[in-house]
């Protein structure tokens, strides 16, 4: 007798309307088509009324004269030089105080956020206070306390507080050394190319050596990192008939200091508010990082006879880094963007300079989208160095 026909194992096949993979394609498809539909739809009425009004729209004006000075800039800058490049000053001037911010913020908030951890009940009680009072402060207030309620109030040139001898703080800003090329600076150029180049190969050589052995190298490797390359700056500098660099003391000459680096008031008061208020925010991060750290590792690194310096640099922080990265992040975005409260002081950062434009030109869309355009690319930029950053100290379960 013949065995019974096995059933059909053919699947019937999902129609199309019902299947969950082209769902989800199709959805995003129509997201995607009805937000440029949108854009395109509010984009139009924009030009429309922007005729009926007899303005035209355009980029065109960055190429006509500024006509106006900027106080502070990094690059050569003239009241005869284009928009273009009053626009270029002012997002310097932004990527200069975010970046000095974001260094002196992040020091300040560990330093802090520490100290809120601390078993003295002093050293706890003040940074409990500083964070208190800082975070439910407004940031614009803090600014204006510091320029208009501190650095104004500063004494005149002439009365300047000095301060570690060759440093002056007085109504007109702070003044300090600075290093100034020499003659024989353009000689010592390759030299400092080949130290940064060295620095390169030893990181990609050191992380090849960390894969291949497949676990963490000795700290004392890490110094290469420092001594290579001081090494090969070391040897031009020695090989140069005179020094590249020359130290530029400011000097008392007349009713003014002349030399060194001069930081005004407007920069010192905008950097001091926003690495104060910043840091404030990234000490809480800090702190809860660090706590969110299970006590049985500090309990095991005391077993081991680590001192408490050494359990907090060596076991502690590396494993917090992954609960503070993400929320410190968002921190360094926010000191960025805050910077545009610089206007309020009369700092040249890029909103300021790109108000003055806008009142001479009236070009209101043009400049809205430039300073957005700056801003996204800065935001961005930050993220993208962070997230590579944390992606390199996210835990990797095997």
Do not use: C
């Not at 309307?17 to 959805?27: A, G, I, N, T, Y």
């Not at 353009?186 to 676990?215: E, T």
């Not at 957005?372 to 993208?384: E, F, I, K, Q, W």
Request: hydrophobic content about 55%; aromatic content about 10%; cysteine-free.
């Amino acid at each position: 007798m013949a065995a019974p026909a096995a059933p059909s194992l053919l699947r019937t096949a999902i129609p199309l309307w019902r299947d969950l993979r082209v769902l989800r394609v199709f959805s995003q498809v129509v997201f995607v088509v009805v937000v440029v539909l949108v854009g395109a739809r509010l984009y139009a009425n924009m030009r429309a009324n922007l005729e009926r009004q007899g303005l035209v729209t355009g980029y065109d004006f960055l190429g006509n004269p500024a006509s106006f000075d900027i106080g502070e800039r990094l690059i050569p800058y003239a009241a005869s030089d284009t928009y273009g490049r009053a626009f270029l000053v002012g997002v310097l001037n932004t990527v200069m105080v975010s970046i000095i911010g974001i260094a002196l913020a992040t020091v300040a908030g560990v330093v802090m956020g520490v100290a809120r951890l601390s078993p003295n009940w002093l050293i706890r009680q003040i940074a409990a206070a500083y964070v208190l009072l800082i975070r439910n402060t407004p940031l614009l207030l803090q600014l204006f306390f510091w320029y208009f309620g501190v650095v104004i109030q500063l004494p005149k040139v002439k009365q300047s507080i000095a301060l570690l001898g060759s440093l002056f703080l007085n109504q007109r800003g702070l003044y300090l050394p600075w290093p100034v090329p020499t003659e024989t600076f353009d000689g010592w150029k390759p030299y400092l190319m080949a130290a940064l180049i060295a620095s390169f190969a030893l990181w990609l050589a050191l992380n090849l050596i960390q894969k291949r052995l497949d676990r963490p190298l000795p700290a004392w490797w890490g110094l290469g990192y420092l001594l290579v390359p001081a090494g090969i700056a070391a040897l031009g500098w020695a090989l140069a008939p005179n020094a590249p660099l020359a130290v530029d003391f400011p000097v008392l000459k007349g009713l003014n200091f002349k030399g060194g680096l001069r930081v005004t008031p407007e920069l010192f008061a905008l950097l001091t508010g926003l690495v104060i208020y910043t840091g404030a925010f990234i000490a809480e991060v800090v702190r809860a990082g660090i706590q969110a750290v299970s006590k049985s590792q500090t309990e095991a690194a005391r077993a081991l006879g680590l001192k408490p310096m050494q359990i907090l640099r060596l076991v502690i922080f590396p494993q917090a880094l992954r609960v503070i990265i993400p929320p410190l992040t968002s921190q360094y975005l926010n000191l960025a963007k805050n910077s545009t409260l610089a206007v309020a002081i009369g700092y040249p950062d890029l909103y300021s300079v790109s108000g003055t434009i806008f009142n001479q030109t009236g070009k209101a869309v043009e400049v809205v989208t430039i300073i957005m355009g700056s801003y996204l690319v800065v935001s961005l930029t930050t993220s993208l160095l962070m997230n590579i950053y944390n992606k390199r100290m996210a835990l990797v379960e095997r």
